[in-house]
């Protein structure tokens, strides 16, 4: 079974960097994509990045220039760094596996995610 | 980027009634080689999202068939033939043309 675990500091400070990692177990890094996602509390869905297990990666145009998007596959796993936070950063961070469910269609779905972790911009 | 605009926000619901979850998209889904991409995911209370509908009609693995998915373009719906009660929480739909973006959720609940 394909489990996905979110792990990092719950608090940062305004202006710093927050940093999550996303463990996956019960399946190799690749050949998959892997999201980072997050929902500040009590709104919405917004999709962070990915990066490929070739280390490509695609981010959010609004989020680009503050993302990086890490992986270690000898770890398997890949990791957020999210820099220059404010409280508008506040938020559940998910990650999750992309998988392409129709092999003629080049669209990608999240079929697993993490339980989410909760971080907090405050001083 | 692509916005996603689900109605209604809220849905009350009445276990055994049909519910039905409206999704439009600022531009096409629909690609050339005929496929919509147009994922559905429910995020029930407490819980991480899940995937529901992928492709715009297709269920996911161990979704109840009680769901279904429809439409193309930029106009999609996701209909529950006969609620139940587990089925309550935050419907979302999502683009899956990059940047990949979710509609604002609709909270169905009994």
């Known amino acids: 079974q394909v489990q996905l675990r979110e792990s990092g500091p719950g608090l940062v400070k305004p202006s710093e960097t927050l940093s999550l990692t996303c463990t996956v177990s019960?399946?190799?890094?690749?050949?998959?994509?892997w999201s980072w996602i997050r929902q500040p509390p009590g709104k919405g869905l917004e999709w962070i990045g990915y990066?490929?297990?070739?280390?490509?990666?695609n981010y959010k145009p609004s989020l680009k220039s503050r993302v990086t998007i890490s992986l270690d596959t000898s770890q398997n796993h890949f990791s957020l760094k999210l820099s220059s936070v404010t409280a508008a950063d506040t938020a559940v961070y998910y990650c999750?596996?992309?998988?392409?469910?129709?092999?003629?269609?080049?669209?990608?779905?999240?079929?697993?995610w993490g339980q989410g972790t909760l971080v907090t911009v405050s001083s | 980027d692509i916005v996603m605009t689900q109605s209604p926000l809220s849905l009350p619901v009445t276990p055994g009634e049909p519910a039905s979850i409206s999704c439009r998209s600022s531009?096409?889904?629909?690609?050339?080689?005929?496929?919509?991409?147009l994922d559905w995911y429910l995020q029930k209370p407490g819980q991480s999202p899940q995937l529901l509908i992928y492709?715009?009609?297709n269920r996911a693995s161990g979704v109840p068939d009680r769901f279904s998915g429809s439409g193309s373009g930029t106009d999609f719906t996701l209909k529950i033939s006969r609620v139940e009660a587990e089925d309550v929480g935050v419907y979302y739909c999502?683009?899956?043309?990059?940047?990949?973006?979710f509609g604002g959720g609709t909270k169905v609940e009994i």
């Open positions: 999750a596996r992309q998988t392409r469910l129709v092999l003629g269609s080049s669209a990608e779905s999240f079929d697993y």
């Open positions: 019960g399946d190799s890094i690749s050949p998959h994509y």
């Open positions: 990066i490929y297990y070739n280390g490509h990666t």
């Open positions: 531009q096409t889904l629909l690609l050339s080689n005929g496929y919509n991409y």
């Open positions: 492709l715009g009609s």
């Open positions: 999502m683009g899956t043309l990059e940047p990949f973006t």
